[in-house]
Structures are given as C-alpha cells and as structure tokens.
T-cell receptor, first 112, second 115 residues
Framework: AQKVTQAQTEISVVEKEDVTLDCVYE???????LFWYKQPPSGELVFLIR??????QNEISGRYSWNFQKSTRSFNFTITASQVVDSAVYFC?????????FGKGTRLHILP | DTGVSQDPRHKITKRGQNVTFRCDPI?????LYWYRQTLGQGPEFLTY????????KSRLLSDRFSAERPKGSFSTLEIQRTEQGDSAMYLC?????????????FGPGTRLTVL
C-alpha cells in the first residue's frame, strides 16, 4: 500500500536554528514521484520540490535542502537558518496512479 | 499566467443545506482533481476528471457528493444535505496529462463550515 508518514506532528525552534522535517514513505511502485508542499495559514498549498524515484541526488535551493534515501524510503527536508516566515505546515507527498498521497503534515513554529 | 482559481473561498452553511463549489483550472490543463482536507490532516483525494470524463472517485465521496466538468473546463463540486463532518477545506488541482511527473497545481481552496 502507498503511504506517507510524517512522524513529527509539531516542531518549534528558535529563529536561525536549522530544522529537519522527516518523511518516510511506502510504495510498491518502481517509478514514483515525491513532493514537499508548504501550507501557510492562508491555506494555499505551495509547491516546494519534486523528486523522481530514479534521482537520488540531494538538492539545495537557498536555505532549503532535501535528502532522498531510496534504501530507507526517506525524503527529509532541512531548513537552514530558519526564519519566522518559514512557520507553516509542511506536507510530504507521494504519487500513486494519477493521485497524490499526502502525509499528515508537520506544523513548524519558528519562534523569534 | 493565471493559476487555478476556486470560488467561493469561504462558505458557511447550516446543516442540511446544499452547497456548490467551482474550480477553474489552468486553461491548457486537461486533468482536474478534487481533494478534501480536514483539520490536522493532509489533503485526501476525492475524484478526478480528464476533460469532461470523471475517471475515478474515492470511497470518501459519498452519495451526497457529486462533481461535474461538463465542458472539460471548469468543474463544480456539490454537496447535498450537508453534515457537520463535511466541514473541511476543499482543494482543486489541475495538470496537463502529457507531463509524466504528476505535478498538480493547486488552487487556494474553499473552506466550508457547516453549523
């Protein structure tokens, strides 16, 4: 069965600290895509990154970085030097057929 | 570049009333998806269309829910005889099926509150 687990329900860190959001997934597919989305209080889903199952290269985009480990079925997200504007709910997600399966999300609080 | 739009953004209704939401996808996108997000959860798939054809419905979509995409452009999601458990954010997304990466572009959502 396809499933995404985000074990951290809520995290609070002080501004400028680094924080890692964990994501573990299950799938029987050999080809799949993984995503991270940000959902600020306004409710809109903001796309952050897409990674396909054949590309295990880590990616860095500014203060954001992603670590994809196919062997452990993990796709973790790190924010470096966190800022108050990073406060939001973050969702890890997996494609299944033509649908997206979301985790339950991690609520991140960045304290000033 | 116009993104996915949804109307209304917020809806408050009384239990038992019918409500209808509209989604306008990105114009060249032939696939349109509906998701529901309840408090503290991630979005869950409800149904999707390719052009005007409804290709799949989740078991979450009870008989009180109906979705249409009559001309293959905008879509409507109707909930009949609303219940308090229907209170949620209803998200619409679209994509072009020619892309293999499954990236879906999400609208801002319609937040439904059933009193």
């Amino acid at each position: 069965a396809q499933k995404v687990t985000q074990a951290q329900t809520e995290i609070s860190v002080v501004e400028k600290e680094d924080v890692t959001l964990d994501c573990v997934y299950e799938t029987r597919d050999t080809t799949y895509y993984l995503f991270w989305y940000k959902q600020p209080p306004s409710g809109e889903l903001v796309f952050l990154i897409r990674r396909n199952s054949f590309d295990e290269q880590n990616e860095i985009s500014g203060r954001y970085s992603w670590n994809f480990q196919k062997s452990t079925r993990s796709f973790n997200f790190t924010i470096t030097a966190s800022q108050v504007v990073d406060s939001a709910v973050y969702f890890c997600a997996l494609t299944r057929d033509d649908k997206i399966i979301f985790g339950k999300g991690t609520r991140l609080h960045i304290l000033p | 570049d116009t993104g996915v739009s949804q109307d209304p953004r917020h809806k408050i209704t009384k239990r038992g009333q019918n409500v209808t939401f509209r989604c306008d996808p990105i114009s060249e996108h032939n696939r349109l998806y509906w998701y529901r997000q309840t408090l503290g959860q991630g979005p869950e798939f409800l149904t999707y269309f390719q052009n005007e054809a409804q290709l799949e419905k989740s078991r979450l979509l009870s008989d009180r829910f109906s979705a249409e995409r009559p001309k293959g452009s905008f879509s409507t999601l109707e909930i009949q005889r609303t219940e308090q458990g229907d209170s949620a954010m209803y998200l619409c997304a679209s994509r072009w099926s020619g892309r293999t990466d499954n990236e879906q572009f999400f609208g801002p959502g319609t937040r439904l509150t059933v009193l």
